[in-house]
């Protein structure tokens, strides 16, 4: 047996060995940072993105797609926006033998190339809120060290974009997308935490950013989405205006959502083990993999009954997989575990006497039987305390990584701190610099009020911010 | 009323006023040929898309994902191939502020990006068949006029690529292949018919092109798709080589297939008609309508009906739409009719009382009543009565247009005709030269033999060609 590096000892190899072992994407491609997507790694993937659409059409977005190149006046038109781009852009310049009139850019996202279609789109107030949705590739020129599903150059990506009569109107538009994601989220066993991002690393035009944390088991955050409101910081340079009931002419309010593949880089961070992945059910390309263990008389009698548990479990709705390779049993439970499905189903003789399957869950290892007359529903059960197991015990980690901090003089290796901040720009560069640290921002949820001082230059403060090392 | 362009009279101007009018794309995004999906358009061009999927994952093709971009070393590695692409293809030469060592091209098709990898996963006859396939845009500089869904610059496409360990087993490849085919067109209630491409017209790199066209209303062929066989063109100079039974390393036999969005430019084309698009049931985003009929009193009680069989069908799994905005009934039936929502149901009083929907078919117009009790059952039937008669009537008319002729004296205009060719290369450029016609190539089904002679030479020969003016 190949022996798999561990989690603990080195998160960054850990991670990238367990992605090549369970061939989720395959990086020897002939572009750095440009991965292929393999048949397992897109089913995964391509489920992530089921649920996005799911909750996407349920709250009335319309999905769309727009197209991948956008011209450069069209990109330069908000400041901020390719300021924020300009190094990490990739150009095209040439079709065919000629020389293009205007560069065009490959989307790094794709404000730039929605809003000048939203301009002739948007006439009145009875065309807003306008909600659409695109899931695509984007492309950025990461100059850091790649790594699969975390920093990629092309990047899978979802993007929502709305407009709106009125800044409240956007305002609820970002409490939907908070409410939008922690149903995402929860399908993907996912824990995450918000924070209105500092002003010097909110999104290029933003108004102001909501980023969407995660924190690894090394206790570094990972960015795995972000929320926007845009104001009209956008709608006036590309002219989104509408009539409103007076006859007036508005510009339009603007939000975005996005989220990347780092969702899927996330889930393999947290939840996988030193023996490879441990995929979150409702993502999981198989659910149950079915090995039938054959003796020297059973074998047609086995191998008939595992296929019709297959059919059974297929019917029934269950992603499943029967391995009837000519392998032992011990090297398929190997490689169904490497790939994490999280429910492994055995049938052997004595199993099919006793009208019962064995079960082993990939997440704890535990091990029962369930009567194969309602296999159906048994299976559908105990995927679903997979599910809730997963989240739990990743949120008690996630938990157990945050620590509040009131002097410098303790800082703790590996947590997600909260501490507080005057909220003055030179503080926070003082704080980001000195120790390594990015500020993440303010918790978006203020429930609970902060008294307490600056961290930094020790002044009565009522605001505190999470801050991090950063994936 | 809008005066709509009528479709006999100038095919290409009715089809563009249709895909306008219906809102299916958006051609005024600031990229000439480069199209914005819309909600509508997209929706159907994704069912298209399920379709597709659901055949090739059937026939046991992984989906993939491979990068969009190939490195210009790469790209050149098949001779023909480059000869036949390097004036259609974007280079991208810059990313952020530095200059490229190796320019980038955005692919026109995936060979040359999948490739290098397939050299590095097949190693063994046991990798093999190795069937893969993707639906990304790909990218060709066209310089002809471009017309929405039939010539873009971005194309949505579908991809497979296989290799297989001999000749005989890739020509297996492309028989499965037309079986896939004919129950993907079936969905979409598509006629088509098969040729083998002449030499001069092959895909770059193709050993031989099996064409799939149909044919528009004014008489002019349109391509919707290819299958290649490539026997080892490309494996050769990618290396793609597996060690055989017998320990001896081979170059694997390769096949790609393809369709793009050309099959909903031609459904709009085949189908539509003066009124506005008709929407094959298996792929309009909404197969039926439920339009309340209001009077003075019954308004609530029709509401509240409306409602409810909008339930009952969406539950039984039709795809449905209550207007129930605040307008007059003709109006929405024109709108819908635009649209080409298949199956229109409306709901009065009367039909109430009745326990009856009135339902008016599209294609036809026929008119008529479901009991709603059965309501699931009857819109399904009439809608899979629907696509029959689609199929049927557009199969009738493809037949029409074909014509057979033995003489250059008498070449009938808006036909596809069938003719005697000697099979060399000077008759063929001299026929297609004088007539302004494309050879679109031998039939592929060879069933009936042809005796005749060269329609150029006179030559006694044992094939024939389709000829056709191309949209």
């Not at 750095?32 to 897109?42: A, C, D, I, Q, S």
């Not at 800044?167 to 996912?190: F, P, T």
């Not at 978006?444 to 999470?466: F, H, N, P, R, W």
Request: glycine share 8%; proline share 4%.
């Amino acid at each position: 047996m190949v022996r798999h590096l561990e989690k603990e000892d080195n998160f960054g190899d850990w991670y990238l060995d367990i992605v090549e072992k369970a061939n989720l994407s395959d990086k020897r491609y002939p572009i750095k940072g440009m991965n292929v997507w393999t048949p397992y790694g897109w089913k995964a993937m391509r489920n992530i993105d089921h649920f996005i659409r799911k909750e996407l059409d349920a709250t009335r977005h319309d999905e769309v797609c727009f197209p991948l190149m956008i011209p450069e006046t069209e990109f330069k038109k908000e400041k901020d926006h390719i300021k924020g781009f300009d190094s990490e852009v990739y150009w095209v310049t040439h079709a065919g033998v000629n020389e293009l009139d205007v560069r065009l850019v490959l989307r790094p996202t794709s404000e730039t190339a929605m809003y000048p279609m939203f301009a002739l789109w948007v006439r009145s107030h009875q065309d807003l809120p306008l909600k659409v949705y695109q899931i695509v590739n984007t492309f950025r020129y990461e100059t850091k060290q790649t790594r699969a599903f975390m920093r990629v150059r092309e990047i899978h990506f979802f993007e929502s974009h709305t407009c709106h009569v009125s800044e409240e109107d956007a305002q609820r538009q970002i409490e939907e997308d908070v409410e939008i994601l922690s149903k995402i989220a929860k399908r993907l066993c996912l824990p995450y935490f918000l924070s209105v991002r500092t002003d010097w690393d909110k999104f290029p035009g933003a108004y102001y950013t909501v980023g969407i944390d995660t924190v690894m088991p090394n206790g570094k955050s990972l960015q795995i989405g972000s929320i926007h409101h845009y104001r009209t910081n956008f709608s006036e340079p590309y002219e989104i205006t509408y009539e409103d009931e007076n006859g007036e002419h508005k510009h339009a309010h603007q939000t975005t959502y996005g989220m990347s593949e780092r969702l899927l880089g996330a889930i393999i961070g947290i939840h996988s083990d030193d023996k490879g992945l441990i995929m979150p059910p409702d993502i999981a390309p198989f659910q149950a993999v079915i090995i039938p263990i054959l003796s020297k008389d059973n074998g047609p009698l086995v191998t008939e009954a595992a296929r019709a548990l297959e059919a059974k479990l297929s019917e029934y709705g269950i992603r499943v997989k029967l391995d009837d390779r000519d392998a032992r049993p011990g090297s398929k439970y190997y490689d169904w575990e490497i790939k994490g499905v999280p429910l492994r189903l055995e049938l052997g003789g004595r199993d099919i006497e006793n009208k019962v399957v064995t079960f082993a869950r990939r997440d704890t290892g535990e091990k029962g039987t369930i009567e194969i007359e309602n296999i159906g529903q048994g299976v559908e059960l105990i995927l679903r305390m997979i599910s809730s197991s997963l989240l739990e015990k990743a949120q008690a980690s996630q938990l157990s990584k945050l620590q509040e901090i009131d002097s410098l003089d303790e800082i703790p290796e590996g947590k997600v701190l909260r501490l507080g901040w005057c909220g003055c720009e030179e503080c926070g560069h003082k704080f980001e610099d000195s120790f390594d640290l990015k500020i993440l921002g303010n918790p978006y949820a203020k429930k609970e009020g902060y008294a307490g001082k600056c961290i930094i230059c020790g002044k009565d403060t009522g605001m505190s911010v999470l801050a991090a090392r950063t994936m």
